[in-house]
Every structure is written in C-alpha cells, then in structure tokens.
C-alpha cells in the first residue's frame, strides 16, 4: 500500500424509507439526513432474529423514518442496538423504543453492553475510536456491521480527546483487519465487499497523517487551527469542525507517542 489511492465504495442516492433487502434476513432503511457528515443519509439495518428483528440505529429523530423503519419489521420489533451515542444514529431511540415496547441496548440511552457478548444473535465487537462508545456487530459469516468505525464513502471522522482516541480507532482498525470480514455494511453508504485492502488503506492513510502532523510541528508553538490548515488545506468549509476534530485527536496521539507537547499555547514538537 504504498502511496496507492484506496478504492472508496459510492452508491446512488438510495430510496429513502424503503426497506431494501442486503442479503437474506438483513434489510436497511435509508433516513433522509443527508449531509457532508452523512453521505445520502444514516443506514438503520435491521437484523432478523428469533423472535423478530434487530434494529441497529434507529436513526435521526424523524417521525417518517421512524415510521418507515416500523413498517419494515413487519410489527415485529425485538430489541433496538446502537453503535454509539451520535445524534444521526440514537435521536430516533427513545420514541422507537416507545412505539414498539423494545429494549434498547447500548449508546447513551441503552443498557451497557460488553465486548463478546451476543445479543439476539449478534455479536458485541467494541471498536472505540471515532467515539469512545463506538462498538461493531458481527452477524456471523463474515458479516460485520460496521457503524461509523469504517465507511466506504469517506474516511470516519476521529473525535479529539476524551470523545475519541486515534490511538483507539487505530487499534480497532486492527482488530478488524485480523478478522478477515467478507462483507462490512456500515451506517452511511455502501457495503464494503473488500474489507482487507480497504482496511489496508485506511491504516496506512492514518498513520501518513499521523507522520505529516510530527513534520508541521517545530520548536515554536503553532496554534491547533495552523496546524489544521497545513493538514487539511483543501477541505470545504461544511468539513472544518470534522478536520479540527481529527487534527487534535491526531496531535494527541503525538503526545501519547512522546513526539509532541500541548500546551495553552498551542502544540510544539518534544
Ligand atoms: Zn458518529
């Protein structure tokens, strides 16, 4: 993977609210948030289960969605899971919980969950990073729903100290590189039919990011928002906050790794 460009996964805008069949007993309803966050919009899969299905991420707080995510599990809601605390994928929880008398498990708003554990038959994969909250579900046979962690549209965005941890997202990079996945279905997008190399990819797209960040520090503090201008000078304006967020989550790993000082006054090198 040397200097190579990471083939990225893009997909037509998808029909909102309609339930579209991934794979058997796996559907996705598509919510119309779309944004420069979002892609087309958040991904609510459902899994089925015994007993009914699984919805992972209800989604925004949007009574149409919410609607239309209902409909989808034919009246037979079981449980509600969350990959993590973000208002594109948990705002819709609390009144989709209500309406259909389902638990809810995971995020802010549900019960804890552990790593390993199986829920209604999905599989518990803690991924922190992106947020420190952020957990993966293997549905078995290399299936991987893979929330925010890993998207094929875009690079995830890594949240600065303490709401995420590039050190974390690096790692959980890793553990899922070492399960050899076959397909990730993630929370905004298509579905990734090539995880290793994309993996890969983004791996090795970090870490340049991480080495570019340790050659703009000198012996002079420079300010959080200079160093956000050398590393991401071409980003349009609606991706700023996301390019600050990633700058100091990848300065902070520097600091971990002994090869970068903040301060008040900024960032300098150690
Ligand atoms: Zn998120």
Redesign the pocket.
Known sequence: MTGQRRRLYHEAIPDYGVPLTEAAGLRRVVARNPGPMTGHGTNSWLVESEGGWVVVDPGPDDATHRRAVLDACDGRLRAILLT?H?K??DGGTVALAAAAGAPVHGGHVGAPMTDGETLYGLRVVATPG??MDHVCFDLGEGRLLSG?HVMGWSTSVVMAPPRGSMGAYLASLETLRRSAYRTLFSAHGAAITEPDPFLDGLLHGRRRKIEQAATALTPDWQSAEMLCDRLYSALPEGLRLAAMEMTLATLAELEAQGRAIGGDQGWKVA
């Open positions: 993590h973000h594109d994928h992106h947020t925010d």
